[in-house]
């Protein structure tokens, strides 16, 4: 038995060449997927996270993130996670129901003082390390804000 066996010829769905993958399901398997799954050979694959990367780097900072500083790899994944972030913040203040305008206005300067914190967030890393931040994580920061400026 060799690694051989494991290797299976598959096609980019970009550029159309052919490049070797290890698959280490069953044969069978590996020729089903070998031959129906998307593949993206490593040179496409780059180009498309740049591409998804200066998308997502456009789009963050027309609402005031700046760009993001490391390594490319790192600068690619912090991007894709400050905007699912973004949309978790987004998705929190949708979610909102007011009693009163006053109050409409403690939670809209609320959230644009959490923003503001984390646009000062530049690093890569940052954004990386605070991946898991979660819904009731970023509720409870802008409850803290709303309580301190109140
Ligand atoms: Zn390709």
Redesign the pocket.
Known sequence: MTDEIYKYDVR?S??R?TFKVELFESHEKNLFLADKKDW??E??KKEYFDQQTAALTKTQKAIGFPELEGTPKMISWAAKIRGDLIKKVDYLKQSLTFESDDEKKLSDKAFDMFMKEWQKNIEAKWWIDNRQINVRDISKGIGEISDSIK
Do not use: A, D, R
């Open positions: 980019c970009t550029c060449q993206y050979c040179k496409c």
